[in-house]
C-alpha cells in the first residue's frame, strides 16, 4: 500500500517535471516567434533614413549620460573619451566618483584639465554627500561633468547623476562599457517615435567586447572571445538579447533595462525616487517601479527595445568574478520581485501583472532552484533505485536537445540580423559552445542563482563584489 | 490509485524534432552566412563594374569633342544593356543612393538626372502599388532622395495612409518635393505626427533652397495637437512673431509639450502680454513647465513680478522650483537674494568691545606713520577688522532707532577713515565698502539689515557721490582738517553686474562691506537712495555731519558710458589709496550721475574731485581700472572718455582737456588724438594733439615692442596645437599624435619636439627624435620648393643634413631645377591632392583607385604647358596675381 502511494507520489511528480518542461518549451517557441517577427518589423522599419542627419536638429533633445565610477583608474581616461566622442550635440557625459579609493578621480581631474565648480543641490535628496563638481576648463572637453561623492555604491550615483542632471533624459550606463557612435541618435529615434505613448525607457542590446579590437575608443574590429568563459556568455547575451528580449518588447512587457545601457525620462525616475540603494539589481526595480507608477497613474506609456549592437562590454572572464556577478543577478532578481510581490497575477497590471512577473518568478528565479533540487533528487532516486529511468533519459534528452535548438536559432538569427561573426571558425566554436554549454556553463549559472537565493534568504551579507577590467585599451 | 501514465515516446518525438530543427538551423546558420557574403561580393563587383559609368556620366560635358561624346553615346547603349537585368538596376539605384549622400550641387542634379534618365524612378513608382508596407515605404523613400519632383502627386495619396512607416515617409516627401508640401501636409493630416517625424520634416525644411516658409499661425487652430505643435516650433524656427495672441492662448494648452513650446516661443518673441497670463497658469503646470515659466519670467519680468515670486518661493515646496524663484528674483533684481549660508552668527556680546575697537582703530590711526608698529598694528587691526565685522553684523539684529544710536555713537567717537563702497541696484543690495587706511588690513564687513539704517547710510554716501560741485566745496571746508584717504568709484547698473578691479597696489587690502539683507524693504530702500540720490542738499548737509575729522585725500573717477564699459587711465596724487567703490544701479540716479559726469566732464577743474561712475545699462561690464597705465596694444572696445564732449567743446576747453589727456591719459587715447588731428580746424590744437600723440606713441611703441617679442617667443615655441593634446593623452595616443605631427605639423612644432627628446617614456624619445628629424627634413624641402617656384636658386639650408638626406635633397633640387627650366616637357602623375575634393570623394565611392605614384619622378602622361602653368599658379596665388 504505502509503495504503492509512494509510486503514485513519484509519478505525479514526473508529471510536475513534465507539465514545466512543456509549459517552457511553449514560452520558448512563442518567445522565438515573437522576437523574429519583432527584429523583422525593426529591420524593415529603420532599412532607410539617415539618422545622422538629425544628429544637430535644433529640435534634438538634450541626454545626460550618467556614468558611476569606481575604482576605474586603469580604463577611466579611455573610456570617457569614448562617451565624448559620441554622434550627438546635444548631450553631457556626468562621470559620478562613487567614492574610488583608488586615482580615479585624479586621473580625470590630470587628463580632462577639470575645475570644482559651485552648484546648489538640493538638502532634501538622499543620496550620499557630494565631495565637488568639477567641469572641465577646456572647451573641448565641455561635454563633461564629474561629480565626485561619498561611496554609496552604484544606485547612489546613479541617483546623484539623475539629480544633478537637468535633461530631458538621463541615460544609464556602466563606465566601461563602449558605445557605438550614433547609440545616441537610435536612443532619441526611440524616446521620439510613438505618439500615442509615452515612452519612459529606453534598453538596448549588450554585446561582449573581450577579445575584439578596440582603438582610441572604437571599435575597430569585432572578434570572437578567446576565452571560453566569455564565449559562453556571448551565446547566452545573444539568445538572452536577440530572442528573449525582444519577444518581451514585442508584447510591451519587457521587464529588465540592463544597467550597462539604459535611458530614461528623467521625470518619471524623479517622480519614483530614483534608484533603490537597498538592492543589488536596481537596473530592474527602477524597470518594475517606473511601469507601476505609470499603471498607477494611468498613464499610457512603453518601454522601447533597440535590438542594434550599440553598447559593447567586458564580460568577466574568471570564474569567481562571474560566480559572484550571476549570485548578485539572483539576489538583485529576488528582492525585485519580493519588493512588487502585489503585483503577482494582479490584473491591475495587465500583461504585466499576468505575464511578464510570473514568468519572471517561475522561469528566472524559481527555475534555477528547481534544476538544483531536481538533481539532487535524482541523485536521491537513483540511490534510493526509484528512478524512472526511461523517462529520466527521455526528458532530459529532449529538454537538452530543445536548449540546443534555441541556441542554434539565437546563432542563426544573429547571423542573418548583423552577420557579426564570419568566420567559420568563429561559428563552428559558437555551434561547439551551444551543445556544450547545458553541461558546462549553465550549472554555474544554477550553481551561483542557488548560492544568491542561499544568502538573500539567510541574509548573509554580501555586496557587489568586485570586478577587475582589462580595459579596452589594452585589449 | 494510479496516475495517468507518460507517454515517453512523445518526448522522444519532440526530441527528434529538435534535433531536426537543430540541423536545420545548423545548415541555415552557415547558408545565411554565404548568402549574405556572395551577395556583398556580387554587389560590390557590379558596383566596380557600374561605378566608371556613372562618373563618365556624372562629369560628361556637353561641349565635349567627337570622340568623346562618341564615347558617350556607346556608354550610354552598354549601361541601358546592363539595364535589363534587374540585378543590374537593383545595384545601380543603390549606387545612385549611396551617392546621393556625398555629392552636392550640380554633380547632384547631375545625380537626380541620371536616375530619371535611366528609367530607375519607374522601378520606385512600381514599388509604390506593391501590396508590402515596406517596399511601398522604400519606393516613397527612393522617390524623394532622388528628388523627382513628378511623383510629388502620386506620394502626396499616402499622406493619411493607415500603415505608419508608409504615412511618415509621404510626410517626408511631400515637404520635400514641393515647397508648398508643408501647407498640404499640416492642413491635411489627420494623424498625430511623431516628436521625431517633426525632427526630421524640420531637417528638410529647414534644408531646403528657396524656402519661403508660411505663416505657421494658420495652423494653431488645427483640431490635431500635432499639428498645433509643429506649427508652435516652426514659428520659433522662423522667427514668424505675428501670433502673439494665439501663443498666449495656447499657454492653457492641457497638452504640455503645446503648452512648453508656446512658452518657448513667448520668451523668444519677448511678449511682455504674457507675462500675467503665464503668473495664472503656473500654479496648475506641472514642475518641468513652471521651471520653464520662472525661467521665462526672469527674461521678461521686472519687479512687478517680484510679490507673485515671493508668493511661489513661500508656497512651492519643490527645492528645484524654489530655487529657480530664488534665481529669478536675483534675475530681476541682481542680487536680492544674497547667500545666507555658512555665514557666522554673531552675539550681543561682541557688541561690548565696539567702543574698543573703535578706540583701537584710532590709535592705529594715528601711529601708522611709524614703521616700528606695523606688525603690531597689523595684528591689532586684523583684530579689529573681525570686530567691526563682528559689531555691524549685530547691527543688523538690532532695531532700527538702537542701529540709528549705535551709528551715531561710532562716528562721534571716531575718526572716520573711510568712505564706503556703495553698490545701489534697482531695487536690491546696497553694499557699502569702507576703505582702511593701511595695506593689507583685512577690513570688517558689515550687514545692514535694517531699511532705516540703510538709508541713513545710503543718504550720507550717495551724496557725496551726486553732487561734484557741492560736494567739492564741501571737501574745500573740510580738507585743512581732515585727511580723506578714501575714494569712492560709483558704478550704476541697470541689469547686470559690474565688476570692477582697480588699484594694483592695493591688492592685499580688503574692503569692508556693509550689505543690505533685508527682502521686504529693499525696494524702500533703494526708493530712499534714489530720493537721496536726487536730493544733493541733503546729502551734503549729511555729509557735514558725518565727516568732521576725516582725511579726504581721495580723487573720485567718473566714467560713464550707456551701452559698454571701457577704461579710463587716471593718475592719482595717492598711489597706495584704495580707491572705494559706489555701485547706483538706480536708473534715475543713473540719469543724475550722468548728467553730473558731463557736467564736470566741461568744468577741467574739477576733473580732480570726479568719483568712478561706471554705468552699464544693458550688458555686463568689466572694467580694470589702474592709477598708472602704460598700455600696451589698445583694447579696441575700450572707448575714451573723451570721445563724447571733446568736439562740442570751445577751443579753450579744448585744450584744456587735451592736457588733462596728456596727464591722464595713455596710448589707450591713439585713436582719439588721431581723430583729433583729422577733424579738427584749429591748427593749435591739431599741434597740441600731435604732440600728445607723439609722447603717447613713443609710450606705445615702447611697450608694444616687448609684447611683440613675448608673442613671437610664443608663437615660435610654445604654440603648438598639439601640446595641450599632448599633455591629456595616454602613452598610445601620444604615439598616434606624434604621426599627427609628422603627417600636418610645421616649424611650430619643432620646439615642442625638442622638449619631448627628454621625455621619461622611451618610445616617445625615440618617435620624436624620428618626428623632429622628418619634420625638419621636409620643411628644408619645402623651403627649397617655394624658393624654386619663386625663382630663386638660393636655397638656405635651415637644419644640417644626413649624407643620405642630402642625396635626396640634391636630387629634388636637380628635380625642381629642371621643373622650372623645361617646362614644356615636364610629365607628372596625377595626384589625388591636385584633383577637386568631390571627385575625389567620388572615387572613393565609387572604389575607383587611381595609379600611385611609384616614385616622384614617375611619368605617366605628359601635360601641356597651359596646365604646367595652372598648377604652378594654384601653388602660388601670389604669383597667379602677378
Known amino acids: 500500500m504505502d509503495n504503492g502511494i509512494f509510486e503514485v507520489i513519484l509519478e505525479y511528480i514526473n508529471i510536475v517535471f513534465l507539465l514545466f518542461t512543456i509549459v517552457l518549451f511553449v514560452l520558448f517557441t512563442i518567445m522565438v516567434y515573437l522576437s523574429t517577427r519583432n527584429s523583422i518589423h525593426y529591420r524593415n522599419k529603420n532599412s532607410f533614413g539617415d539618422l545622422s542627419k538629425i544628429m544637430a536638429s535644433p529640435l534634438a533633445p538634450s541626454i545626460t549620460i550618467i556614468a558611476p565610477a569606481y575604482n576605474e583608474e586603469a580604463t577611466i581616461v579611455e573610456n570617457i573619451r569614448s562617451l565624448l566622442s559620441l554622434q550627438y550635440v546635444n548631450y553631457e557625459v556626468m562621470v559620478v566618483n562613487d567614492g574610488s579609493k583608488d586615482d580615479t578621480l585624479k586621473k580625470m581631474i590630470d587628463s580632462y584639465d577639470l575645475e570644482k565648480i559651485e552648484q546648489e543641490i538640493d538638502p532634501n535628496w538622499k543620496s550620499k554627500p557630494i565631495r565637488g563638481i568639477y567641469k572641465s576648463k577646456q572647451l573641448s572637453f565641455s561635454k563633461l561633468t564629474v561629480i565626485d561623492k561619498e561611496n554609496g555604491g552604484k544606485s547612489d550615483a546613479l541617483n546623484t547623476g539623475v539629480q544633478l542632471s537637468d535633461n530631458k533624459y538621463v541615460g544609464c550606463i556602466d563606465v566601461d562599457c563602449l558605445l557605438m557612435p550614433d547609440a545616441l541618435l537610435h536612443v532619441v529615434k526611440s524616446f521620439y517615435q510613438r505618439t500615442q505613448k509615452r515612452v519612459i525607457a529606453v534598453g538596448g542590446v549588450i554585446r561582449v567586447a573581450n577579445s575584439c579590437k578596440i582603438s582610441g575608443g572604437m571599435l575597430e574590429e569585432i572578434r570572437l572571445p578567446t576565452n571560453w568563459l566569455a564565449r559562453f556568455q556571448l551565446l547566452e547575451y545573444t539568445r538572452s538579447f536577440i530572442l528573449g528580449r525582444m519577444a518581451w518588447g514585442r508584447i510591451d512587457s519587457l521587464l529588465i533595462i540592463s544597467g550597462a545601457f539604459g535611458f530614461f525620462d528623467r521625470e518619471i525616475v524623479m517622480a519614483v525616487g530614483g534608484y533603490d540603494t537597498n538592492t543589488v539589481g536596481e537596473d530592474m526595480e527602477i524597470v518594475f517601479k517606473m511601469r507601476k507608477y505609470m499603471h498607477d497613474e494611468n498613464l499610457p506609456y512603453t518601454v522601447e527595445y533597440i535590438p542594434d549592437p550599440l553598447c559593447w562590454t567586458e564580460v568577466p572572464e574568471d570564474l569567481k568574478i562571474l560566480v559572484n556577478q550571476r549570485d548578485r543577478w539572483a539576489r538583485g532578481n529576488l528582492e525585485t520581485l519580493q519588493k512588487h510581490k502585489d503585483m503577482f497575477f494582479n490584473p491591475k497590471y495587465g500583461k504585466l501583472g499576468l505575464i511578464s512577473y510570473p514568468y519572471w518568478f517561475f522561469y528566472e528565479w524559481l527555475a534555477p532552484l528547481l534544476e538544483f533540487v531536481g538533481f539532487f533528487s535524482i541523485i536521491v532516486f537513483i540511490y534510493l533505485g526509484i528512478i524512472n529511468w526511461d523517462f529520466f533519459i527521455a526528458i532530459t534528452t529532449t529538454i537538452y536537445m530543445f536548449s540546443v535548438m534555441i541556441s542554434f536559432y539565437a546563432i542563426l538569427w544573429d547571423v542573418y540580423s548583423y552577420n557579426q561573426y564570419t568566420k567559420t571558425k568563429d561559428l563552428l566554436t559558437l555551434v561547439f559552445c551551444a551543445i556544450i554549454e547545458p553541461l558546462v556553463f549553465h550549472p554555474i549559472v544554477v550553481f551561483s542563482a542557488v548560492r544568491g537565493n542561499y544568502k538573500k534568504l539567510f541574509r548573509i551579507k554580501s555586496g557587489w563584489g568586485s570586478q577587475v577590467r582589462k580595459g579596452f585599451a589594452k585589449v | ?882
Open chain 2, 1 to 882: 490509485m494510479s496516475s495517468p501514465k507518460i507517454h515517453t515516446d512523445l518526448l522522444w518525438d519532440l526530441t527528434c524534432l529538435f534535433i531536426g530543427l537543430g540541423l536545420l538551423y545548423f545548415v541555415l546558420v552557415f547558408y545565411f552566412r554565404n548568402k549574405i557574403s556572395s551577395k556583398v561580393k556580387q554587389v560590390v563587383l557590379r558596383k566596380r563594374e557600374l561605378s566608371p559609368m556613372i562618373s563618365e556620366f556624372l562629369f560628361y560635358e556637353e561641349d565635349a569633342n567627337k570622340e568623346e561624346k562618341s564615347n558617350y553615346i556607346t556608354l550610354k547603349i552598354e549601361i541601358r544593356e546592363l539595364l535589363k537585368n534587374d540585378f543590374n538596376r537593383k545595384v545601380l539605384s543603390e549606387v545612385l543612393l549611396d551617392l546621393q549622400k556625398d555629392v552636392s550641387g550640380n554633380t547632384e542634379t547631375r545625380l537626380f538626372k541620371l536616375y530619371q534618365d535611366l528609367g530607375l524612378h519607374l522601378d520606385a513608382y512600381e514599388k509604390l502599388k506593391n501590396w508590402r508596407w515596406e517596399i511601398v515605404s522604400k519606393g516613397i523613400s527612393d522617390l524623394t532622395t532622388m528628388q523627382v519632383f513628378d511623383a510629388y502627386g502620386f506620394i502626396i495619396k499616402f499622406i493619411n495612409d493607415k500603415r505608419g512607416v508608409i504615412r511618415k515617409q509621404s510626410e517626408i516627401a511631400a515637404v520635400t518635393l514641393k515647397n508648398e508640401g508643408i501647407n498640404y501636409f499640416l492642413d491635411t493630416t489627420k494623424y498625430k505626427i511623431s516628436q521625431w517625424q517633426q525632427l526630421k520634416m524640420l531637417e528638410v525644411i529647414r534644408n531646403l533652397e528657396n524656402f519661403e516658409p508660411p505663416r505657421f499661425k494658420a495652423w494653431l487652430t488645427s483640431s490635431n495637437k500635432d499639428v498645433v505643435l509643429f506649427g508652435l516650433r516652426l514659428i520659433k524656427f522662423y522667427n514668424q512673431n505675428d501670433a502673439n495672441t494665439s501663443i498666449i492662448q495656447l499657454i492653457r494648452h492641457r497638452n504640455n509639450n503645446i503648452k512648453e513650446e508656446a512658452i518657448n516661443c513667448i520668451k523668444k518673441f519677448c511678449i511682455l502680454e504674457a507675462i500675467a497670463p503665464l503668473k495664472l497658469v503656473f500654479w496648475k503646470c506641472k514642475t518641468d513647465i513652471k521651471i520653464l515659466i520662472l525661467d521665462t519670467i526672469a527674461t521678461l519680468g521686472d519687479e512687478s513680478d517680484i510679490p507673485f515670486l515671493r508668493m511661489v518661493e513661500k508656497k512651492e515646496s519643490n527645492f528645484v522650483i524654489t530655487s529657480k524663484v530664488l534665481s529669478t528674483i536675483n534675475a530681476i533684481v541682481p542680487e536680492t537674494i544674497l547667500p545666507t549660508k555658512g555665514l557666522e552668527v554673531v552675539t550681543k556680546e561682541d557688541m561690548v568691545l565696539e567702543e574698543e575697537d573703535v578706540l583701537v582703530n584710532e590709535t592705529l590711526d594715528h601711529k601708522k606713520d611709524s614703521p616700528e608698529t606695523n606688525t603690531l598694528e597689523k595684528d591689532n587691526i586684523e583684530e579689529l577688522a573681525f570686530a567691526q565685522e563682528s559689531e555691524i553684523e549685530e547691527i543688523n539684529l538690532l532695531e532700527p532707532e538702537e542701529l540709528h544710536e549705535e551709528t551715531s555713537t561710532i562716528n562721534a567717537t571716531t575718526e572716520i577713515d573711510f568712505l564706503p563702497h556703495i553698490i545701489a541696484d534697482n531695487e536690491e543690495m546696497v553694499a557699502i565698502f569702507q576703505e582702511p587706511e593701511m595695506e593689507e588690513i583685512k577690513a570688517p564687513q558689515a550687514e545692514v539689515d535694517s531699511e532705516e539704517n540703510v538709508t541713513e547710510i545710503a543718504d550720507e554716501m550717495s551724496g557725496i557721490l551726486l553732487e561734484p560741485s557741492e560736494f567739492s566745496k564741501e571737501i574745500d571746508t573740510v580738507t585743512d582738517s581732515v585727511e580723506m584717504d578714501f575714494l569712492p568709484h560709483v558704478i550704476a547698473d541697470n541689469e547686470e553686474t559690474v565688476a570692477i578691479s582697480q588699484e594694483p597696489e592695493m591688492e592685499e587690502t580688503k574692503e569692508p562691506e556693509v550689505e543690505v539683507d533685508s527682502e521686504e524693504n529693499v525696494t524702500e530702500i533703494v526708493d530712499d537712495m534714489s530720493r537721496i540720490l536726487l536730493e544733493p542738499d541733503e546729502l551734503s548737509k549729511e555729509i557735514d555731519t558725518v565727516i568732521d575729522s576725516v582725511e579726504m585725500d581721495f580723487l573720485p573717477h567718473i566714467i560713464d558710458d550707456n551701452e559698454e564699459g571701457f577704461t579710463i587711465p587716471q593718475e592719482l596724487e595717492m598711489e597706495e589709496i584704495k580707491v572705494p567703490e559706489v555701485k547706483v544701479d538706480s536708473e534715475e540716479s543713473f540719469i543724475e550721475i550722468t548728467d553730473e559726469i558731463n557736467k564736470v566732464l566741461l568744468e577741467p577743474e574739477e576733473i580732480n574731485f570726479l568719483p568712478n561712475v561706471i554705468e552699464d545699462s544693458e550688458e555686463e561690464c568689466i572694467v580694470i581700472e589702474e592709477l598708472n597705465i602704460h598700455t600696451g596694444p589698445l583694447n579696441k572696445s575700450s572707448i575714451n572718455i573723451f570721445d563724447n564732449n571733446f568736439f562740442e567743446q570751445d577751443n579753450y576747453n579744448k585744450i584744456l582737456l587735451l592736457d588733462t589727456l596728456e596727464d591722464l591719459g595713455s596710448a589707450k587715447e591713439l585713436p582719439f588724438l588721431k581723430e583729433i588731428i583729422e577733424k579738427e580746424e584749429n591748427l593749435a590744437i591739431k599741434e597740441r594733439a600731435m604732440e600728445i600723440l607723439n609722447d603717447f606713441s613713443e609710450t606705445n611703441y615702447s611697450l608694444n615692442k616687448e609684447s611683440n617679442v613675448l608673442e613671437n617667443e610664443n608663437l615660435n615655441e610654445g604654440n603648438s596645437i598639439f601640446k595641450q593634446l599632448f599633455d591629456s593623452s595616454d602613452e598610445e595616443s601620444k604615439l598616434v599624435l606624434l604621426d599627427q605631427i609628422l603627417e600636418i605639423g610645421d616649424n611650430k612644432e619643432i620646439s615642442f619636439l625638442k622638449t619631448l627628446l627628454n621625455d621619461e617614456n622611451k618610445a616617445i624619445r625615440d618617435k620624436s627624435k624620428t618626428v623632429k628629424t622628418e619634420l625638419e627634413k621636409r620643411n628644408q624641402f619645402e623651403d627649397m620648393d617655394n624658393g624654386t617656384r619663386d625663382g630663386n636658386k638660393e636655397v638656405e639650408l635651415l637644419f644640417p643634413l644626413t649624407p643620405g638626406d642630402e642625396m635626396d635633397f640634391i636630387q629634388t633640387i636637380e628635380y625642381k631645377a629642371t621643373l622650372s627650366e623645361e617646362k614644356t616637357e615636364t610629365k607628372l602623375i596625377i595626384d589625388k591632392k591636385l584633383i577637386p575634393l568631390e571627385f575625389c570623394f567620388l572615387l572613393d565611392k565609387l572604389d575607383i583607385k587611381l595609379p600611385k605614384p611609384s616614385s616622384i619622378l614617375d611619368k605617366d602622361f605628359t601635360f601641356t604647358q597651359e596646365f604646367y602653368k595652372s598648377q604652378e599658379a594654384s601653388y602660388n596665388p601670389n604669383k597667379k596675381k602677378k
